[in-house]
């Protein structure tokens, strides 16, 4: 099994989704939509910033990013099934599949997940049923707004299964500015480091400290690779992407 998350950045990029549908083996994909929501509250009038690149969601707006993200899943989902991959969008509100708690009230309506809900997920995949998963929590006091990287994170995590982050870079790279740049393995304490010069930033931050959280949590690997046609196969040859582990061991012979 493979937890694949699908960035907001790759939205509508059909080669990936033929590739996703026809992929053997069982899959749970968690899918963002960033861009998506910025363009939907900018054209609703509404102002949004990110802190660490978690958007800020005051409750007023939680209803636009909980339709956009919602929608989505379902477009997923529906061209999944079409390809021949039944796919089933559902976001954590269903059968409390995701609860969280709000992360800091400077945020607003974001979440951090505290509970999954695995047998919802297992008993889809008895059926053949490919869960497409959408990053809105359960929680008292309405609906929550998770990262998409923290719930693809926890789901991983707490099913202890591989996790791949599938996004518009080539992996982590040294440089943001070179796509030659790619860093092949990083380790948590080259994340912090590389947050704190700057060489990391935006959308790239909750990726790299969710993709640590994973492994924390019992995931055996997690990569940040592009979401090429052709990536999922070539993941493991370490050709591509960026492999985050928890700590490096030099060998010594
Ligand atoms: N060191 C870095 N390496 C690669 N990408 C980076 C780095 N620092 C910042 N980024 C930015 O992070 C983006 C990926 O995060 P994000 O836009 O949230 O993607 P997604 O929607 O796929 O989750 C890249 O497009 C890039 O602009
Ligand atoms: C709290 C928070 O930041 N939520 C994200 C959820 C979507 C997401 O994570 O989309 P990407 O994967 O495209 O970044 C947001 O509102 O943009």
């Known amino acids: 099994m493979l937890v694949v998350k699908i960035g907001g950045s790759l939205d509508g990029a059909e080669p990936l989704v033929r ?5 053997e083996g069982e899959l749970i994909v968690v ?9 939907e509250l900018e054209a609703r009038g509404f102002e949004t910033r990110f802190e660490s690149g978690l958007r800020v969601t005051p409750p ?25 991959r039944l796919s089933v969008g559902l976001s954590g509100r ?6 969280a ?20 997920l297992f008993a889809l995949m008895s059926r053949h049923l490919t ?8 929680a008292e006091g309405g609906p929550l707004n998770v990262n998409a990287d923290e719930v693809a994170a926890a789901v991983a995590g707490c099913l202890g299964e591989p996790l791949v982050y599938l996004t518009d870079v080539p992996g982590v790279l ?11 393995v990083l380790d948590g304490a080259e994340v912090e480091a ?10 790239m931050i909750p990726k790299v400290r969710a993709a640590l959280t994973a492994l924390e949590f019992g995931a055996p690997w997690v990569m940040i690779a592009p979401g090429e046609p052709g990536s999922l196969p070539r993941l493991l040859s370490g050709k591509l992407g960026t492999r985050i582990v928890p700590e490096k061991i030099s060998r010594e012979v």
């Open 194 to 203: 590389r947050i704190q010069d700057g060489t990391i930033a935006g959308g």
């Open 101 to 120: 708690e709000p992360l800091d009230e400077r945020l607003g309506r974001v979440g951090r997940i505290t509970a999954v809900n695995t047998s919802l």
């Open 19 to 23: 590739d996703l549908a026809h992929h």
């Open 131 to 138: 869960p497409v998963i959408s990053p809105i929590a359960s």
């Open 31 to 39: 899918h963002g939509g960033g861009p998506r929501i910025g363009a």
């Open 174 to 184: 040294a440089d943001p500015a070179d796509p030659e740049s790619r860093i092949p």
């Open 60 to 84: 007023e707006q939680m209803a636009v990013v909980e339709q956009v993200l919602t929608q989505l899943g379902k477009e997923l989902a529906d061209r999944l099934s079409q390809l021949g």
């Open 94 to 99: 269903d059968a409390r599949l995701l609860r």
